[in-house]
């Protein structure tokens, strides 16, 4: 008699099991495994938990449950799929419209934010709340901040997150000893008050540099936040010989104060900045003298020494100015999360794969959208050499790892109306030359959308693939660039006679941003659904 037993395989493994031991897999470790034989795809297709893993890591979101959620993988799933096919669908629809006193517009975690600068005032709203409740609706006023008598008082940078309940801002001030002290404070959105997560209530900065050609008023500030990490790059606004510096913090930690960086000649013009990753900071210049148009990537994973510049990307352009534009990382603080219901589920594009748009000023403008993955990934390979930063030319990693939009009709304006989020673009086009009406495009760079979008029927818009080649007045020479991406146009054209500002969007809402026609400081906004679909489950 033949005592032998058949060798234990994943073959004779219960589904229960299988799922579990999946479980611990990256997604693409799971669709492997499950692509060898009909047993495991079949426990693959029989386990919502397992599909919605894979559709998480794919679309390279992130989860923001409550401590107590009760919803099931096979609803967060559904509703991840829906969100997905709504953008893809893209027929934007109008929910709701309020004035809002102009100024910056920043958005994010369902919240609209607004810094004037010349009456120094704040506001955040909440979209999906009526304007009637409290929580929906803070205005903050530097008027109304209680100083010591006579002390000349005015805020050079606000940075709101809202997922964080946290408002700072950069405060440039005489101290008792008649030197000038740039202090940073961290309070509450919500209420005002120190923030509890906070080391300190006030952080104390480096003595912004004043050379004799440049007034202080002619300092700018950026302050930019990324969960536990700040950032505040001060430059001179005018062409004169100041070097930039900038400060790096955790502000939920007591430390010293270390992290400093200063440009050393010869100087450029700092232009903007923003944080990636965590602990990286892209910088954008602009041509001065021999020095490039560039995009400068530094390193702070130790906040106890200086920022280590890790490469500098050139550009094949001279502008007079650009910007960057990038989406807040999302880092729900304990409390909000305790605020929401056990039925809530929302998703956020996962902070290690965002798209960030470098501005360049027309007229005609143009935006590069750029995979800081992929170019983070390219700044660090190769010989690198200690004390030393990489110098990239445009050729070596422009092409691959970015894309040139540029609006469908000449026109005159300076500013392109572009917004990334995530993985996402969304573009207000003008249709005219007069710019009174215009169209907007959604454009999607995550692989595994494009290649959903490209098996559906209903798929309206265009993927492509092919390279794309840019003339402009302002380039050394033709852009030509190849991140590949899709594009969808909505049908509906926005009229308007007043000047269409701008366009922001998150996840679940896209706001258009026009001029009001009876007050040239305010602003009318349209929040708008990316489809019907998301319109009605709202």
């Known amino acids: ?130 304007p009637s409740e409290s929580q929906s609706y803070r205005r903050w006023n530097a008027d109304s901040y209680p100083m010591t008598k006579d002390t000349p008082f005015r805020v050079h940078s606000v940075c709101m997150d809202p997922s964080q309940d946290l408002f700072a801002f950069v405060v440039i001030e005489p101290n008792h000893m008649a030197e000038i002290s740039c202090r940073i404070y961290l309070e509450t959105l919500s209420t005002s008050e120190p923030h509890p997560l906070a080391a300190s209530e006030i952080l104390i900065s480096f003595k912004p540099h004043i050379s004799a050609n440049c007034h202080i008023d002619q300092t700018k500030m950026k302050l930019k936040i990324w969960g536990d990490r700040m950032v505040l790059l001060c430059f001179c606004d005018e062409y004169s010989a100041c070097p930039a510096r900038m400060q790096i913090w955790n502000w939920q930690e007591k430390q010293d104060f270390k992290c400093i960086f200063r440009e050393k000649e010869p100087y450029g013009k700092v232009d903007d900045c923003c944080i990636v990753n965590r602990d990286h900071l892209i910088v954008s210049s602009r041509m001065t003298g021999r020095l490039p148009c560039r995009l400068s990537i530094f390193s702070f994973s130790d906040l106890g020494k200086p920022p280590v510049l890790v490469a500098e990307c050139s550009l094949p352009f001279r502008p007079e100015s650009t910007f960057l534009r990038h989406s807040q990382f999302v880092t729900i603080s304990p409390d909000i999360r305790r605020s929401m219901g056990p039925r809530d589920t929302y998703f956020y594009p996962d902070a290690k794969n965002q798209l960030i748009a470098l501005n360049v000023d027309g007229p005609p403008s143009l935006v590069i959208i750029i995979d800081t993955d992929k170019l983070l990934t390219i700044c660090q390979s190769g010989i690198h050499v200690e004390g030393q930063s990489r110098v990239l030319p445009w050729k070596e990693w422009g092409p691959n790892c970015s894309r040139c939009i540029v609006d469908p009709v000449p026109n005159s304006l300076f500013v392109l109306r572009l917004e990334v989020a995530g993985g996402r673009a969304v573009h207000a086009a003008p249709n005219d030359v007069s710019c009174t009406s215009y169209s907007l ?61 701008d366009v922001t969007f998150d996840d679940e809402n896209i706001l258009i941003i026009k001029s009001s026609e009876r007050d040239e400081n305010e602003f009318v906004i349209d929040v708008a659904k990316p489809s019907p679909m998301a319109a009605r489950g709202k």
């Open 1 to 130: 008699m033949d005592s032998t037993k058949a060798a234990p395989s994943l073959h004779t493994l219960p589904v229960e099991i299988l799922c579990y031991l999946f479980s611990f897999l990256r997604a693409s470790s799971i669709l492997s495994c499950t692509s060898t034989c009909r047993y495991l795809r079949k426990a693959l297709d029989d386990s919502s938990a397992l599909q919605y893993t894979i559709e998480l890591e794919a679309q390279k979101m992130v989860e923001v449950t409550a401590p107590d959620a009760m919803s099931s993988p096979a609803e967060r799933l559904e509703i991840l799929r829906n969100q997905m096919c709504s953008w893809q669908a893209f027929k934007p629809t109008i929910v709701n419209q309020f004035l809002q006193p102009g100024g910056e517009v920043s958005m994010s975690f369902g919240h609209l934010s607004t810094w004037d600068d010349h009456p120094q005032i704040a506001q955040i709203r909440a979209l999906d709340s009526s």
């Open 441 to 501: 495009h959604m454009y999607d760079f995550n692989k595994y959308r494009m290649s959903r979008a490209a098996a559906s029927k209903d798929f309206r818009g265009r993927i492509i693939t092919e390279p794309s080649t840019v003339k402009h007045q302002q380039l050394d020479e033709d852009i030509v660039t190849s991140l590949p991406y899709m594009v969808v146009v909505d049908e509906e054209r926005i009229e308007t006679v007043a000047n269409m500002i």
